[in-house]
Each structure stands twice: as structure tokens, then as C-alpha cells.
């Protein structure tokens, strides 16, 4: 049977969370045992790929880059599809398939990696959709890829993993994982041995390193992917990017538009990549009025809301997403 070199690769997405895993991950197995994996969408802002250089240089391991070739957009016009916060076919074409593309070349030169990702405490609950995913769909090894989160917290002087996440449930069992919440994951923590992080990437990075952080954070944005132009963000989040950087949100309803169009001509259905919660005019058990989502264009957003100040949409529970991209 071959035996497998261990390799500690990091996901090294251009944030200030990756990139402090990055140096946790050098300084605890050795740089000559790291490697830094950016799974390039092309479409990052270009004061990232100076972020990332910088931090690469101060981590001591050089950067290593996987590409599709393709943008977000390329994709959303090739399938007139944008996905939305609970999927998104960019995410999964051009980060999560070039990281298993790039996990089986590993393997087929001995390597078995291990996967690090910046994913913190406080949004624990992105962390076990990572661990379904490497563990279902890397057909490799019976359970996967071990994935690990050293900015939630370590088990036994260990950075977490996608298993101690989900102590004691099924939920990592094909078909079983629920809509997650952090208070789910911290049940779990609890039963074991478990030490949070309280690490501070951000002050760490500027303070220490002496790295100036991505433009994008000084602006507001809570994650610096794709440039704020994130098909799994929410509300507040293009409220964000219209205050901020209106070119990019006059970029991105003009791409939705354009696709919407295409796919209303194809089938008469509309893709949004936000959408709005409505009374359908029923009630429901307990007779409160029934609710649905509907899509709601970027362009609808800017004239009734950002513009327009008209349309209350407080209770939409996508409100609060930032860019959340599964990688
Ligand atoms: S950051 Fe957003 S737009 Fe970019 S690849 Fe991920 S999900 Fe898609």
C-alpha cells in the first residue's frame, strides 16, 4: 500500500484570515511542509495580489496559483444562472473543483494534504458545508480530505476539524447536513476539549507583519473576495458597494440584467442573486400570514431602495450576508 507524505496546504484566498493561517500553519509544521494554494477567480481586486505577495514574502513560502482560465461572470453567462447565498457555481467551478484538481495531482505524486481555512469563531457555522464538501466530494478516500479551522479554536493542541466540528452528530453523513447555525457547532465544541482562538488577523498583520491590509476592509467590506461583486452576498452588502464603489455595482446589475433577460427570453424564469420576502396572502397554522422568497434584481434594489428609500426589507433574512464564498 503507498504511503502518503503529509502536506498543509492553505487556503490562501487574499483575506487577512487566510493569510494569518497561513504563518500559523508555516510556524507549526514547517514551511518546507506548507503550501499557500490561491484558487485564482480573476476577478479579485488588484490591491489583494499586492496583499498577498506581501504576505506571502513575510510567511516565508511562495504562492502557489490554480486557475480555470474562466471569471464569475464567464460562468453566470455560459449557465444564465448566478446561484445565490446557499449556492453558487462560481465558488464550486473555479475554487472547489481547481483545489480537488490540484488535491489528485498531490496524491498522485505521494502527497496527501491537509486542508487549512480562515474561517473564524464568530462565522463558525460556514465551517462544516467545507468539511461535507472535501469529505463527499473528493472521490479519493473513504472519508475525504481532512479540513481544519485554526482560527476557530484546537482540540488537544491541534486546529479543529471539519469531524470535532460535528461532535457527536450525523450531520457529516451524506444527505444529513441541516441548515447550519453557529449555536450547532458551539454544542458540539463544548463537549470537548476545546480552546478557542483569539487571535486578531487583521491587528496581527498591520501591527506585527507590518503589512498594510486589502484596500476593501478599510472601505467596509467584512470578506475582500471577487471585489465585492459576490453572487452570495446579501442586502447590506450591496449597500455597501453602491455607497462605496458604484462602478462595480453599475458593473455587476448590468451583467444580471443582461443574463436575467437571456434566461426570462429561454424559459420565462427569473435568477436574481438577491431576493425579498412577500406575504403570499394565506395564513398559516398559527395564522400569521405565510411569506415567500421572490427574486429581486440588483436594479429594483437601487431604484426602491438605495435610491429610492421606499421598500422596508428588514425582515429578509439575507439582509446580513456578507460575501460568503464556500471554497
Ligand atoms: S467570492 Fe463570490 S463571486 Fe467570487 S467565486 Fe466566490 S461566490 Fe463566486
Known sequence: MLEYRTKHVVMFSGGAGSSWVGKYVADKYGWENTILLHTDTKWEDEDNYRFMKECAFHIGVGITTVADGRTPEDIFRKDLYFGNFGTAPCSKQLKMNQTFEYVQDLLGKGVKPILYFGIDFSEVRRAPRIAYNYKHNVDVFEDGIEVRFPLIGEIDGNPVNGEQLLYGTDYLN?????????????????????????ANPKKEIVEEWEVPLPRMYALGFKHANCAGICVKAGKKHYQLLHKVWKHKYDEIEKIEK?????????????????????????????????????????????????????????NDDDNENPCECVF
Open 258 to 314: 443582461e443574463i436575467n433577460d437571456a434566461q426570462v427570453a429561454k424559459n420565462g424564469r427569473r435568477y436574481t442573486i438577491l431576493s425579498k420576502t412577500e406575504e403570499t396572502g394565506e395564513l398559516d397554522s398559527k395564522g400569521n400570514p405565510k411569506k415567500r422568497k421572490i427574486p429581486y434584481s440588483l436594479e429594483e434594489y437601487r431604484t426602491e431602495v438605495l435610491e429610492g428609500g421606499s421598500c422596508d426589507l428588514t
Open 174 to 198: 451524506e444527505g444529513n447536513m441541516p441548515r447550519m447555525r453557529n449555536e450547532l457547532v458551539f454544542e458540539c465544541l463544548e463537549k470537548q476539549n476545546f480552546i478557542k482562538c483569539d
